[in-house]
């Protein structure tokens, strides 16, 4: 474990590193005792900064949710993150490419919250039931330290979240089997990459339930009106200036945007 102070330390390096588009040396490497509670303590720090310059917690992300992630990371279970009300995109945005310092995007599901749910004990089921909505989204992932990343160091920095577009048809989570929701990606007119919702710990409220029950045990929750990645079930796919992007998510609807 690490101090306090140490902890504040880097949660302003993290911010200092997101302003400047510069990473930081690795949290991990600058205090060698870094545990997971210090992570998500960093990650608390750093979010209480932003709000405090004026950003808004809109909801939260889940990382690592493919086993193929958790066993690169050496993890059991996924991370998570929080989602902030200016790193919000629509359907067709223009976002500059220089608000990131290196973007990977990412297909995914957003859940949109149609009222509160707390721990413990909750399962699929009740994720279900809370939920009023499900939309597709892309996630752009983005790192502010340097490599190779511990997952603390991925943790600390609110797990490597960057923005979040959303788009193509509003669902309610019962009109569809939201398991085998499919997405092809396209960067530039050829498709990069391409899956299904069902590689999310084989069902995509799953993560949102795991998420839920680690919120109870520091005494927090999904608010109704939340919006919650629940995870990617593509592989990451660089992007730079000047890309185009379109998600096609089939009879889901479709997202298109471009980074400038």
């Not at 209480?48 to 066993?71: C, D, F, N």
């Not at 960067?187 to 029950?213: D, F, Q, R």
Request: some cysteine; overall charge negative.
């Amino acid at each position: 474990m690490i101090t306090e102070e140490e902890r504040r330390a880097a949660a302003d390096a993290l911010l200092k590193a997101e302003i400047e588009r510069k990473p930081i040396i690795q949290p991990s490497k600058t205090y060698p005792n870094l545990e997971l509670e210090d992570a998500y303590r960093i990650q608390a720090l750093w979010a209480e900064s932003r709000v405090a310059k004026g950003a808004r917690i809109v909801g939260h992300k889940i990382g690592l949710t493919s086993r193929a992630m958790q066993m690169a990371s050496k993890m059991t279970e996924p991370d998570y993150g929080c989602i902030l009300d200016d790193a919000l995109y629509n359907d067709g945005a223009q976002i500059r490419a220089e608000l990131f310092i290196k973007p990977r995007l990412e297909v995914e599901l957003a859940f949109v919250m149609g009222e509160d749910l707390v721990g413990p004990g909750t399962r699929i089921y009740d994720v279900m039931r809370a939920t009023e909505f499900v939309v597709p989204a892309l996630e752009i992932i983005d790192y502010r330290t340097e490599v190779p990343r511990a997952i603390t160091d991925t943790i600390a920095d609110n797990a490597a979240f960057g923005a979040l577009v959303v788009g193509g048809r509003i669902i309610r989570p019962m009109d569809i089997d939201i398991r085998w929701v499919g997405a092809t990606l396209s960067k530039n007119g050829i498709i990069e990459e391409s899956g299904v919702s069902a590689a999310i710990m084989g069902h995509p409220a799953a993560g949102i339930a795991w998420l839920v029950n680690k919120l109870h045990a520091v005494g927090g929750g999904l608010k109704k009106g939340q919006i919650v990645l629940a995870g990617s079930f593509t592989r990451p796919v660089d992007i730079a200036q000047g890309d185009v992007i379109q998600a096609d998510y089939g009879p889901v609807g479709s997202i298109g945007v471009s980074f400038v």
